[in-house]
């Protein structure tokens, strides 16, 4: 069913949309087109609050010239399954300033704009969070069930075991049921120093399915200002 099908079942005097005549859909379309665009417009600026993501990063903004490593057909390629509803998880990885965050924040937007929920969120903020939560099974499900989850800046906080585990059980409950973005500073082999060598491993077992790790190196677009 259409989103315009979908409009016509709310109108009262409409008992069926089979029943409208040529003229009435001709009369009533632009409307209920109307009327649909404001409705996507409200979906997508309430998403964008509750996402997270502002200041908002586009990837129309993003100078891929400035490092030429970055491979923008890829980076598109993960936006357009993400559109599909396929479930990913994606590892942007590289030293600080290469622009890691601006992709994440740049492709989280993107699926804000197809009405697709999005969370993003920093390593350091989501640790207080659950910390400072007053019902964190809750907190944990939020998170673990978000449609895409984008995890920033791994690798640059010290989680104690019991907060590493809580960063485990929200990959772990979503690993088959919602996409998640990782930008971090280490390439998996390094992840022991921020994790214990048992939950580096079962979390870098969760995110290689259906993985994408992209890699480079480059200068730091903050040194371009």
Request: glycine share 8%.
């Given at each position: 069913m259409t989103p315009i099908q979908e409009i016509y079942k709310t109108l009262k005097f409409v008992s069926d949309p089979k029943d409208l005549t040529q003229e009435q859909i001709k009369v009533l379309e632009p409307v209920l087109t109307e009327e649909i665009n404001v409705r996507r417009e409200r979906r997508i600026e309430c998403l964008l609050n509750r996402s997270g993501l502002k200041p908002i990063k586009r990837l129309e903004d993003?100078?891929?010239k400035f490092?030429?490593?970055i491979h923008r057909e890829e980076i598109m390629r993960i936006v357009q399954e993400?559109?599909?509803n396929e479930i990913l998880n994606v590892m942007l990885i590289g030293p600080a300033g290469v622009g890691k965050t601006h992709l994440a924040k740049g492709i989280?937007?993107?699926a804000i704009l197809q009405c697709i929920p999005v969370v993003f969120i920093t390593c350091h903020d989501l640790i207080n969070r659950i910390k400072r939560s007053r019902?964190?099974?809750a907190t944990?499900?939020?998170y673990a069930k978000a449609k895409i989850l984008c995890i920033d800046e791994i690798g640059y906080v010290f989680p104690d075991p019991k907060e590493a585990n809580?960063?485990?059980q929200i990959i772990s409950k979503r690993s088959e049921v919602g996409s998640t973005i990782i930008t971090t500073n280490l390439i998996p082999s390094q992840w022991g120093k921020i994790f214990e060598a048992a939950t580096a491993t079962a979390i870098l077992d969760r995110l290689s399915l259906n993985g994408n790790f992209i890699t480079w190196e480059?200068?730091?677009y903050r040194t371009k200002k």
């Open positions: 993003f100078d891929w490092n030429p490593k993400l559109y599909n989280g937007y993107k019902n964190k099974a944990l499900d939020y809580d960063i485990f480059g200068r730091s």
